[in-house]
């Protein structure tokens, strides 16, 4: 059934509004179509990258660019490109899968693909004109170029817009000459083309070219760095010095740069999520496995508490990870479709569909990048010392993972703007936080109910809870709002704090609405562990929140003021029935074991 305006909400809006479970797209709901490339993708992986992890971890930077251009011959690097450029025009859903299984093998393909396909392919697509599409993206679609995106510069990190790089008229008008370093380039050892953000001026913001990688034209690169992680993923300086691109390879509009950049990175968020996803599933299947097969006091170790409680959590953060990606990359495509019916091309559709759910974007990338980390943390910790050699898989991971909390925006400036953006989305009334936090205003003033509601049905309590947990976000962050005004953004740890309880917000609930939906056809029994798992998220999620808001609360509120939010707090953080979190550990732990990898 295609989604209408009314039945899909705004991006921020799941805050505010109640989601029914049917209105969310869940893993379980790929098409034909998208179980046959999420199987030929695996496969790929399975045949071209894991099969090599020896390779990525010895620096072998031209067998990185040989998988790349096998990926582009089966069509991998194009699945987001409409067709009428050489792509597959798969939709979003189908491009965020591909993200997800192809990624898991080592981080040095995982980036080399995501700086491809994302930001040095979409700044085109999302941007181009015409001929700059027909010129690029088939070269682009088909691996035939590489591409590789340069933002970065030695003094411009977070601070995007402040690079010095350069793009001054020649006097006959046709042409821009670039002058400038960057940093940090991914695929800059082997690409083609470069999306090179420079000034024109004193111009306010940067403006964004296509640079054709042509070592006569004044470019230059540096060595390649020497990086924890991601070895084979080719990271270089370029260097531009007296580079000629010609008027016509601007992207964009004079000035439109910053724009561009942000809204590759928003397509570049929910990818590098998703690009966090099968990390995880084969990281806990390799930790399972080895624990089933480890024996210490005469028993396999997965037999021991300590190590069934790091498996659940692992299992669970993947799990949620996957229901939050899911949902938000159907509530793009479907933002991008009902753009297109009325009237928008493909390409503004796209643009400003992602765009609307720039919020879900940094929730995501934050939220999977960081459990990534703590599932191969824990992956090296149930190997025990083995976990420390070279010789087992997770060394590499850990050191893989670490680098998705950095690029694409750090976890911090990410964290500061969804909640930044969610503010601002309030202000030009997109959503509604205002009338909502009133009401939470109106709730703690008045006498709380005594009744003792009827929780009988699967997950009243914890939808009841999740409803609650919003109150503790629109408590704290509309009292914020009130007393510091537009100095918030000065008050970074509070705005942190707000962060940590969004995200949780949005995880715990996508995993609860796609185990409902589950539940609802596949019948309860056959979810009982995907149900142990969504309580088992929701309750650490809740205890999060408690500890931020309180964190928070006594940040910024005194005296009475104080005292009423910390009992609101109680009170929206309150279990009717608290869930024994031992005995749902130990179900989902078990059924990881029986079947030994990840199976849900
Ligand atoms: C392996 C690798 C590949 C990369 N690939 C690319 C690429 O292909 N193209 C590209 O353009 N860039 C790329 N980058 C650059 C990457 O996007 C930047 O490293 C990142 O944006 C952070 O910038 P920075 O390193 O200058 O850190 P800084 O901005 O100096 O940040 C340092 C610390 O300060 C914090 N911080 C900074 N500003 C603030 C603030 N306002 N408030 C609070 N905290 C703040 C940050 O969160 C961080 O913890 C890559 C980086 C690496 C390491």
Known sequence: MEATEKDILRGGQFLVKETNCEDVFTPEDFSEEQQMMKEAVMEFNDREIIAHRNRFEAKDFAFTEQCMEKAGELGFLGVAVPEAYGGLGMGFVSTVLTCDYISSGTGSFSTAF???TGIGTMPITLYGTEEQKQKYVPKLATGEWFGAYCLTEPGAGSDANSGKTTAELTEDGKSYKINGQKMW?????????????????????????????????????????????????????????????????????RGNGFKIAMNALNVGRIKLAAACLDSQRRITTTAVQYANERKQFNRPIADFGAIKMKLAKMATDAYAGESATYR????????????????????????????????????????????????????????????????????????????????????????????????????????????????????????????TPDYSELFSEEKDMIAKLKKVFLMVAGAAVQKFGPDLEKHQQLLIAAADILIEIYMAESA???????????????????????????????????????????????????????????????????PDIVDLRNEIAEKVKAENKYCF
């Open 114 to 116: 995501g700086a491809h």
């Open 185 to 253: 380039i991914s695929n800059a050892g082997f690409c083609k083309l470069f999306i090179v953000f420079a000034r024109i001026e004193d111009d306010k913001n940067i403006t964004g070219f296509i640079v054709e990688n042509d070592p006569s034209n004044g470019i230059t690169l540096g060595e390649e760095e020497h990086k924890l992680g991601i070895r084979a993923s080719s990271t270089r300086q370029v260097f531009f010095n007296d580079t000629v691109v010609p008027v016509e390879n601007m992207l964009s509009e």
């Open 328 to 451: 938000a990359s159907k509530n793009i495509e479907d933002r991008i479709a009902i753009r297109e019916a009325s009237g928008n091309s493909h390409q503004e559709a796209e643009l400003k569909g992602v765009e609307e759910y720039a919020i879900e974007c940094s929730i995501l990338k934050v939220a999977v990048s960081e459990d990534v980390q703590n599932c191969a943390d824990e992956g090296i910790q149930i190997f025990g010392g083995m976990g420390f050699s070279e010789e087992t898989p997770m060394e590499s991971a850990w050191r893989d993972a670490r680098i998705a909390r950095i690029y694409e925006g750090t976890n911090e400036i990410n964290r500061m703007l969804s909640v930044g953006m969610l503010v601002k989305k309030a202000m030009r009334g997109h959503v509604d936080l205002l009338g909502p936090a009133m009401k939470v205003q109106e709730e703690l003033m008045g006498i709380p109910s005594f009744d």
């Open 512 to 578: 609860i609405l796609r185990t409902e939906k589950n539940a609802k056809r596949f019948g309860e029994e056959a979810q009982k562990v995907q149900i142990a798992m969504s309580k088992l998220y929701l309750y650490n999620a809740v205890s999060l929140v408690e500890a931020k808001g309180k964190e928070s609360i006594i940040s910024f509120a005194e005296g009475d003021e104080q005292r009423m939010m910390l009992m609101g707090l109680k009170r929206f953080t309150k279990y009717q029935n608290y």
